[in-house]
């Protein structure tokens, strides 16, 4: 079942919207409607499901109505038309009690201004959603600390909101959302006000607690590459509508028109793309048991002049170089005593970006591990070709 999912969902503010959701569904656009009626179209007919535990981005610029949208998903703003699920039940036919008790027990909202309360405590900033909850102080105060030291503000639960950067600010309204135990964050612009160095810090921190906690993120932002960093898919939109969804490499490879494309072509791919898009398999693999000869065999079948080590679970081991086989062979010395171990490894989600640095200094391939195991390498080559290959791309279809 979905976690989210939205049905031809459609807001208009004005006198009449029923009229002018008729002329809307007649295909009359949103500026022609504005003109003769005087109403707006804030959302038109979008539609996107979103699955337990996925981070799903709505970008769009200023005006297109991505706020809204994510007001409407917890009805915040009450919908002209359309359908909202929430775990299969639709928010949009709820009576108020049911839906405060859905925002309470599935829905954290985190904004773009903190929302904190001045002469509260951290402690009591994050605790006051359990607090209006008639959650008990022992308890409320238990949930509260392991969200604090869940954003990373462990011992600063009793200082105060001034006390505290903007960053930190912003981390005590996660925090708060956390400690609610919600499946479910909506964040509405939480980063765009925060200095660029810290607004990447808390894009790593939030992709790092939805890896831990299995969260359902649905995150509003006006920033492209916050958008394709983030989101495991991203939804576009213009004038109220979804014009394209899709994940980073979908929409940076195959943009569904020319607004996308025009967004889309001044994107730095190296923090985009990641290391599991340009590794590739190593051409020949040996373990320990295989020995020495083998490996002087299987490098020269492969006319290679090294070879990755892995055990028998694949776990990876480290480089043994041509030089260093047959010197192991001639004087029976064991694999592991000839071993390069100061290859570099990353993840497979790491951007591209991070690696451009490695990739000129080091003379080894870097190695994509996965819980321990090798899974692929990346070369100094692989990683410029990703990047100038895809530019190219996108300057020929241009």
Excluded: W
């Amino acid at each position: 079942m979905n976690k989210i999912e939205v049905n031809n969902l459609t807001k208009i503010f004005g006198s009449k919207p029923k009229q002018a959701l008729k002329r809307l569904e007649n295909g009359e656009k949103k500026d022609q409607i504005l003109k003769d009626t005087g109403m707006t179209v804030g959302v038109n007919q979008a539609s996107f499901a979103v699955q337990p535990g996925e981070f799903f981005v709505i970008m769009g610029l200023s005006g297109s109505g991505k706020s809204t949208l994510i007001r409407l998903v917890n009805r915040l703003i009450e919908p002209t038309a359309g359908e909202v699920y929430i775990d299969g039940d639709d928010i949009t036919q709820m009576s108020q009690s049911t839906l405060i008790e859905t925002r309470r027990k599935k829905l954290g909202m985190v904004f773009q201004k903190f929302g904190l309360f001045p002469h509260r405590t951290v402690l009591a900033n994050v605790g006051y959603g359990l607090e209006i909850q008639g959650v008990k102080k022992d308890e409320r105060e238990q949930k509260a600390l392991k969200a604090i030291e869940d954003v990373g503000l462990k011992g600063y639960e009793n200082s105060r909101p001034d006390q505290l950067s903007g960053g930190m600010q912003q981390r005590v309204g996660l925090a708060r959302a956390l400690a609610n135990d919600t499946d479910i964050l909506l964040m509405d612009e939480a980063f765009s006000a925060l200095d660029p160095l810290i607004r990447k810090e808390m894009q790593d921190e939030l992709l790092h607690l939805q890896k831990k906690m299995g969260k359902t993120i649905l995150f509003i932002t006006h920033d492209l590459d916050e958008a394709l960093k983030l989101g495991d898919r991203v939804a576009i939109m213009k004038d109220g509508r979804i014009v394209q969804i899709g994940t980073s490499e979908e929409i940076l490879e195959n943009p569904a028109d020319d607004y996308v494309s025009n967004f889309v072509k001044d994107v730095d791919r190296s923090k985009v793309l990641e290391a599991y898009q340009v590794m590739k398999k190593p051409e020949v693999l040996t373990t320990y048991k295989d020995g020495p000869r083998m490996a002087v065999r299987k490098m020269e079948e492969a006319g290679a002049s090294s070879i990755f080590v892995v055990d028998k679970e694949d776990n990876f081991k480290g480089l043994l170089t041509i030089d260093d086989a047959i010197k192991a062979y001639k004087n029976d010395i064991p694999l592991d005593d000839v071993l390069v171990e100061d290859v570099h490894t990353t993840s497979k989600h790491t951007p591209l970006n991070d690696l451009l640095g490695i990739a000129a200094e080091t003379k080894y391939p870097i190695v994509v591990e996965e819980e321990g195991k090798l899974i692929g390498i990346i070369s100094r080559v692989s990683i410029l070709s990703g990047l100038v290959l895809g530019k190219e791309k996108e300057e020929v279809e241009a």
